[in-house]
């Protein structure tokens, strides 16, 4: 393994952005100068998005069972995320790591082969980026630039009354593989044992490698249909809802019975003496998107695989509510969810 | 002093981006949705600059000495600084600050004062970041975004042969402030002696207010000098130069006697006993631009107040080459020289 100093900032640079690939003509100049330059006036009928993310090293990751790669991975699809939530295309990326002395050139091209298979998977150049030195820990801050065209970006506060709430894919996999991996580290700190993670795969899939939901887009595009609002769930449900309803100044009724759930998931939860309901409510880092869209919007969304209603907009005096199984109504902002939450 | 936890994050990032001012009709929605939202189709005749930092405590700055206003406002100064090293003008910044518990809101008041008030003065807009804790100390990551006529943009690659070399303002001043501040905090942990920076004011405000310079930018355009390669200097006139002389496939020779220092630069390095060339070649965090003109435009520079010529660009075989006083010839990539970044 070799040590970072024996290169240099500059020549950790080079190795890094060697051969990158640009993906989108708009990009004229990438790494290589105090800027990148890009193009955005060609295209005429867009928009810019812009979203960061900043991830530190013991607050969003756990190096113990993140391997590098992976982190690389997760960290672009963060911000690809955020764009498509906005019903936008990324297009460019910026990178910038904190590294400290503990790791090695190595280790650092595995960060970056993450970084790079995600970009090439969504067709995202990466323009430009610093690198320094931390005297703790890693820190990895990306933004990302990306299109929209204009007037079409879906905001968190168009929500009206009788609008139907959707969610992509499943909810709580990613927490409860974030609590399986705690859990194995425990025990293997105690006992030495490694772990088994059979019959868990998808688990640790959602919590080590979630992918963007590209496909919704363009499937919402296909259908012709324009949610009112959207988000993306990186918070959980509850948390996202949360600010979709206060936004867009209305209430909500969500089906405990029509949450997403994963088998795995709710194994897991039962093992770990969870409510499933309160983990997919509140789970976070599910990186699914939430939406709404008119009534009329009913039979379209219907069509869409791996898309599921799971309630409706109210009027905002029915504030923010979930109807179990049983009936019960409980207010999304209720003390235990809250608590919950901090507890993450 | 309130403690973050009482905001929480959504909290803290209200009460950071309360009425954040939007100077730049491009921009269309700043902070509050999953991104922000530009136009920047409508400035037809401009392309994008993008560029990005990553300030982390212990590395880059000491809150011993470095007050939190400060921090905000040079944390924003320097990617200011790398859009005008390209001839652009900065219009965006996204902020994002992981934080950790030993700081209170009051503390990130200061800190978003700063960059404020950077922003105020460059006519920037605020549009996004990121708001996260940390397990160790201070990060803060900031993305520019600005913008330059097409096809204007000064890269690093276009230094020709018997182009002239210039710098603006003086160089090695910020670096002789930090040395100051740290024997100041050596003498002060040691002896409790309050330090006394009477006559030293410039060196200090070189260090912790560094100014990016949009008026050399406004005025190389008024007197319509176009710079054949440009960069600012971060980290050392040396270091700069010999970016430019690989990327633009050329030599240079810079004069000694010709360095801009200022006086206090001078009696400080004579206090220290350090050489002040060395200092003025290699301190750093200047923030001053260096930039090659074509020799037909000399009489031009000439009529810039606060803009030296230093030397001038020759051919490749010729090496990068410091002339001292006495008519010595010395290589700028010596073993001395690197050995002094080293040790920085």
């Known amino acids: 393994m070799a040590e970072i100093s024996t290169l240099g900032e500059f020549g950790l640079i080079d190795r890094m952005t060697k051969e990158l690939p640009i993906y989108n003509k708009e990009t004229r100049v990438g790494v290589g100068d105090d800027c990148a330059i890009l193009d955005y006036s060609t295209l005429t009928d867009d928009e810019q998005l812009v979203t960061t993310d900043l991830l530190m090293e013991g607050v969003h990751f756990d190096l113990t069972y993140m391997p590098l790669m992976h982190l690389g991975y997760k960290a672009a699809q ?6 498509y939530a906005m019903g936008g295309m990324p297009r460019q990326i910026t990178v910038s790591l904190a590294i400290s002395k503990r790791f090695s050139v190595e280790d650092i091209d595995q960060l970056y082969t993450g970084i790079r298979l995600a970009c090439e998977k969504h067709q995202v150049d990466i ?6 030195s931390s005297v703790t820990g ?7 630039i990306g299109t929209i065209g204009r007037g079409q970006a879906i905001r968190r506060n168009g929500a009206k ?6 969610v992509s894919g499943d909810l709580g996999a990613a927490y409860m593989g974030l609590q399986l991996l705690e859990r ?3 025990v293997f700190n105690e006992t030495n044992e490694q772990p088994d993670f059979a019959g868990r795969e998808y688990l640790l899939e959602r919590q080590l490698r979630p992918e963007a939901r590209r496909d919704i887009i363009l499937r919402l595009r296909e259908l012709g249909i324009r949610p009112t609002a959207m988000m993306d769930i990186s918070d959980g449900l509850s948390s996202e809802l949360k600010h979709i309803c206060r936004q867009s100044g209305v209430g909500c009724r969500i089906y405990e019975e029509r949450l997403p759930l994963d088998y795995q998931t709710a194994v897991m939860a039962e093992e770990l003496n969870m409510n499933v309901t309160t983990c997919a409510l509140n789970g976070g880092e599910d990186y699914e998107l939430l939406f709404t869209v008119p009534i009329a919007d ?7 695989d791996g898309v599921r209603l799971i309630g409706h907009i109210t009027k905002p005096e029915l504030g923010l509510a979930l109807i179990t199984r049983d009936g019960t109504e409980f207010e999304l902002q209720a003390q235990g ?6 507890k993450k």
């Open 78 to 83: 963060v911000n690809f995320s955020d764009i």
């Open 127 to 132: 323009v430009g980026g610093d690198t320094t």
């Open 161 to 166: 009354e009788t609008d139907l709430i959707c």
């Open 184 to 186: 194995e580290k425990y």
């Open 138 to 144: 890693l820190a990895i801050s990306i933004t990302c």
């Open 337 to 342: 969810w809250q608590a919950f939450e901090e």
């Open 298 to 304: 009913h039979e379209k969304v219907e069509q869409m």
